[in-house]
DNA sequence: GGAACCGATGTGCACGGTCACATCGAAGCT
DNA sequence: AGCTTCGATGTGACCGTGCACATCGGTTCC
């Protein structure tokens, strides 16, 4: 349509040259901020490109520099809210670092589809990967077929051939279990993430050292699937007997979930039974009771590893990671254990209401 | 590390073609099923594809075909569940067509936060684009800048310069209203979305209908921005004059805060006030009262985008679109109307409880 | 039995950038 | 003055793949 294209294809850095009377060499230069050209040249070249709505062709950048400017994500369960939350953050920050960003989903939870994910990421020729897909199993896929870039996951995984955000999952759990503790709970059920994943396993730590910790007696955690769903489920089945006081769930939904059964048995959070959550979804402060949860900065943690992950990929000296640790918000939802343990009350009170929004 | 690998360099065609001892062009063809090519000749292709552990190169491919077998999304608030649900399955269909996807997240909401992420976009070489960024806004910066590549959006906007999923919104929100007026409710409130936005619309126009339908008063809609905190603080300000008896929410999280002011002030959902959301988020069954809500599945709309947009792409003739009306899912949130509007009596009973999991 | 055709494969170039090296005039140094 | 250095620019090759066209042996057809 422009009168200066000379074919129907979109326009290179030769037609650029031609317009402006230049070598293409040089308007490569002007595109690649070379410090020897002439402001004057500059100008023309770059009004060339104005006029003939230039766009350099990435493909063939990246064919003659072997740099595709992509990071690859691997994710799993990208559609909870932690997971979505750090995905948008690694792309606003590698956009602003001027890369691209690819995302593969596993599909399913079998190897396969971890490795189909993966060899999916690596047809793309990814300059580096940030895993978000805590499963153990992951790390093993990516132990067998390495995938020769850097990558970063933002789970700890104890491991060394990577480096791993530590949001230091285990001391929230155990700040968790301790408010319980604290608040005179002694029969505590700790409602976990599945059997794989890697910060079920950090959150499950957390509980259990602190229970350690208090020398209290230690009921088996219940493995559940993160979802409200199972949370509901898991409530009705444990409320049929009534040997415990307080519940810590691996994250809120699981912790919704329960609260709802608790409603359904006919008994009161807190009055009969504290709960406590991990994640602080952003509606957790509405629900009844709001819930006492710890907080973690899932944006943060996305923008950091991409910060840690291109400073690999530009072969710079990696720092050390300093942990963070999450903060525990205390809302409605915990209480003081109730003093008498009374099978048969349903009805008990509903003391320590301090709704905070 | 391969013996058989040259250089340093990853094994291109030339170096699979001269291991299989063919051409460059077999291998080539090879890896296009072109039809004419000896099963004998394939399998020594293949197999010294698989002693190199060949990979094709997509910048090489991208830059002779001049396709880059990717699609943009162009997204907004990519952290709500509806969005990020979508995404995700965009994601996984994409990868099913042999496509990839590049997202790219508006960040503020001005024009130029707009053209920028489109402009990262455009410079990526994408062959078509989703717009899951459903502001009004978007639409004229597209309209002003076209990309040049077939479009898809997952909200209907009216304009026929693109193809439009159409999830009818607007029906579902007329019956999530309709269903407040049969239970005798005559002050509703509608809790709408932020201005801009094409759903909210949809959403407010379907109260509105019903409304007009059943020839109730009009009380002005409140503009919210979807989040529970908003739902909450409205709520506050609200129920300062008790004089509705019904609060349709453009969406599960303002309806879910708007609760917890509801309870905040003493008062009962459904008994003083019935409430209804828009989504369907997995946890509106779990809170308190569950949430009466309209449902729609998010997955499957991200994934007939991508089917209606590879269409396009493939030049394919691109059939009529039948809406999709979303489903009202009746919980414990709404029940019917109290009959005498008691403006003291904050402790109204509850009935109608039909919770269901 | 020779022309036309077809299946299977090879040859060379083009895609749109960047890199290494060449060129060339002006300025700096001895 | 002559040599070196440097800034500003040009020339040609190359990255890995696909396309257009050429080649070549074997059938088919009249």
């Not at 690819?102 to 793309?124: V, W």
């Not at 079920?200 to 769903?229: T, V």
């Not at 007997?241 to 699981?254: E, K, P």
């Amino acid at each position: 349509m422009n009168p200066e294209t000379p074919k129907g294809r979109a326009p290179s850095i030769r037609d650029v040259a031609r317009l402006a009377e230049v070598s293409h060499q040089t308007v490569s230069r002007v595109l690649n901020d070379h410090p020897s050209i002439r402001p004057e040249t500059r100008e023309r070249v770059l009004a060339a490109m104005e006029t003939l709505q230039y766009r350099p062709n990435r493909a063939a950048r990246a064919l003659v520099t072997s740099r595709s400017h992509t990071i690859g994500v691997l994710a799993s369960t990208s559609t909870e809210y932690g997971p979505a939350t750090s995905i948008a953050a690694i792309e606003d920050a590698a956009r602003e670092h001027g890369y691209y960003v690819n995302t593969a989903n596993i599909a399913d939870q079998s190897a396969e589809g971890i490795a189909d994910a993966l060899e999916h990421l690596m047809l793309q020729a990814i300059e580096g990967l940030v895993v978000i897909a805590p499963q153990v199993r992951v790390f093993e896929v990516l132990a067998a077929s390495p995938v020769g870039v850097p990558f970063v996951s933002l789970q700890s995984t104890g491991r060394s051939d990577h480096l791993a955000l530590s949001v230091d999952q285990v001391t929230g759990a155990r700040r968790a279990t301790q408010h319980l503790i604290n608040l005179g709970h002694r029969q505590i059920v700790h409602l976990a993430g599945p059997q794989d994943w890697i910060e079920a396993e950090a959150r499950m730590r957390g509980f259990l050292d602190a229970i350690g910790d208090a020398d209290l007696d230690l009921r088996p955690p219940i493995l559940g699937d993160w979802s409200a769903d199972f949370g509901y489920f898991a409530g009705r089945e444990l409320l049929r007997h009534r040997d415990f006081t307080a519940v810590f769930a691996a994250n809120d939904q699981m912790a919704i979930g329960f609260m709802h059964a608790v409603r359904d048995m006919g008994l009161d959070v807190p009055g009969d039974i504290s709960v406590v959550g991990f994640d602080d979804i952003p509606v957790a402060q509405h629900v009844w009771p709001p819930l006492t949860t710890v907080y973690q900065d899932y944006r943060e943690t996305g923008r950091r590893a991409v910060a840690l992950l291109l400073n690999q990929v530009h072969g710079e000296r990696v720092l050390e990671v300093e942990q963070v640790v999450p903060r525990l918000v205390v809302r409605g939802s915990t209480a003081e254990a109730p003093v008498v343990r009374a099978a048969g009350d349903a009805t008990g009170g509903a003391p320590g209401r301090r709704s905070r929004v």
